[in-house]
């Protein structure tokens, strides 16, 4: 019994045929945690950059070392050329990703998150409902201060009015009263202590 070998052209002609399938198997999610991690190693890399640029000295009079000039520059030329290889990486994930997603309709955050018993059109009405509920306990709140404010400002007035009036009413009768015992002081000479004395008296007693 003898069996056939199989070619190395048939399978190096299957390799990228199954390389172009698995490809095309990357679903959008996938293409978006790789570009975020793209991301990611664009960060580090240009804070690396940022970190050998600033531990650079400039030959201003310092001792100059060739050899650690030239390792710093070639890791900064290393950096600068794996910046640029990721950017073209993270190009080509947008790319791809705005094509899996050029037959879709953009669908609002809110839509996605799951209620239990609860569709989206009655999401819709109870937010609407929670924000004009809002909106009038927030009108009303402010008409019950402003209201409360005039209340407060007429009180007061009405307090100073109460204070002057009080303060009038003692003068007047602090005047009455000091009028009425000058009169019945000098009537006492001639008559003894009567009404004049007696009201006299009974103001200081009021008083």
Known sequence: MTTTPVSGTCMSSQFPAQQAQAA???NTASLCRIGQETVQD???R????FQLLRNMQLPNGVTYHPTTHQDRLGKLQEHLRMLGVLFRKLRLVYDKCIENCAGLDPVPPEQLIPYVEDDSSKLDERSAGQTHS???ERREVLEVSKKLKQKNQQLKQIMDQLRNLIWEINSMLASLGTSECRNAARGRAQ?????SGEKCKRRKTIT
């Open 24 to 26: 095309r198997d990357v």
């Open 42 to 44: 664009i960060v580090l």
């Open 46 to 49: 240009t804070m690396e950059i």
């Open 134 to 136: 809002a909106s009038e």
């Open 191 to 195: 008559s003894p202590l009567g009404t």
